[in-house]
């Protein structure tokens, strides 16, 4: 006990600060998805991928440069190889999800992070098993379910899209499960500042590689001045802020606390979207919202 109280874990403050750094940290990936829905259209989605990851690691390049913040050379590959997930493959899913089953489908899949999150904690030995946490799952699970029959019309016409959309917006759920997990460990030795830093390195790497690998890299430049500011936009809040301001969350507060507050994605882009669309929310997207934020409840209380 007196360790976990040296640690943070079960520091009234430490929570409390936790708390709010996540869902800043929500709040900005919002943001971030709704501005990402509004440039699919207008290019590939490496395309896309890679100007936003040029903008994400763009303010914390001069941290992976400063001796005092660079961990260890078996950390700093174990964050770029991070990073290459979460920063790089995960936005890259993202935009395909986002083209294919839209920013609030998005929002609703993303938001059952906490629950698979924590479901991979235990599986990791990092945290022990819960019932109320799986009877949290099947609510938040059901969610999705009822959000995907409501796309039925879709399936009939034999447009197969949207379900594809919706694997790639799980995966991309699973990826951030994976690197809370991962980080939480190094940010024992290492600050969520550099973390941030080599993780969004990590992103962009595996981006410039692949739009080499595929021919995309001089396309860039075809990019609208509009598009490339709302990747910007997108890079610099979903990348920088929102990864620091998670990564200092997990440094002071247990994984599945820090990623209960993902709702607060759902809701954040619901809104946006709304307001971006100048539509109101389908009653079975509220639905879906709610039986989110009520299969997450139980993580609080386990």
Request: with cysteine.
């Amino acid at each position: 006990m007196r360790k976990q109280i040296k640690t943070g874990y079960q520091s009234g403050g430490a929570a409390s600060n936790g708390a709010l750094l996540a869902m800043l940290s929500c709040f900005c990936g919002g943001i971030s998805i709704v501005a990402m829905r509004l440039t699919t259209s207008h290019s590939g989605n490496i395309v896309l991928s890679l100007c936003r990851a040029f903008f994400s690691v763009l303010p914390l390049l001069p941290v992976v440069f400063m001796r005092r913040a660079r961990p260890s050379v078996e950390d700093s590959a174990a964050l770029l190889l991070l990073g290459s997930l979460v920063a790089g493959v995960s936005p890259w899913m993202l935009f395909m999800g986002l083209e294919k089953a839209g920013a609030t489908m998005a929002g609703i899949v993303l938001s059952a992070g906490p629950l698979i999150t924590s479901m991979l904690a235990f599986a990791a030995g990092q945290e022990a098993f819960s019932i109320k946490r799986c009877i949290g799952a099947t609510i938040a699970g059901s969610a999705i379910l009822s959000s995907v029959l409501t796309n039925n019309t879709l399936h009939l016409e034999g447009n197969h899209d949207f379900l594809l959309g919706t694997a790639f917006l799980i995966s991309t759920t699973v990826i951030s499960g994976l690197y809370d997990i991962c980080c939480r460990k190094l940010l024992t030795r290492v600050t969520p500042l550099a973390a941030s830093a080599f993780s969004v390195l990590g992103g962009f790497v595996f981006i410039l590689i692949l739009s080499i690998a595929t021919g995309n890299l001089a396309k860039v430049q075809t990019l609208p001045f509009g598009i490339v500011l709302l990747l910007a936009v997108s890079g610099s809040v979903g990348g920088p802020l929102k990864l620091h301001l998670w990564s200092s969350a997990l440094k002071v507060a247990q994984v599945s606390r820090v990623a209960a507050f993902t709702p607060l994605v759902s809701i954040t882009v619901v809104l946006f979207d709304s307001v971006v669309t100048r539509s109101l929310p389908h009653p079975g997207v509220m639905l879906s919202v709610i039986l989110i934020i009520l299969g997450t409840l139980p993580v609080f209380r386990s």
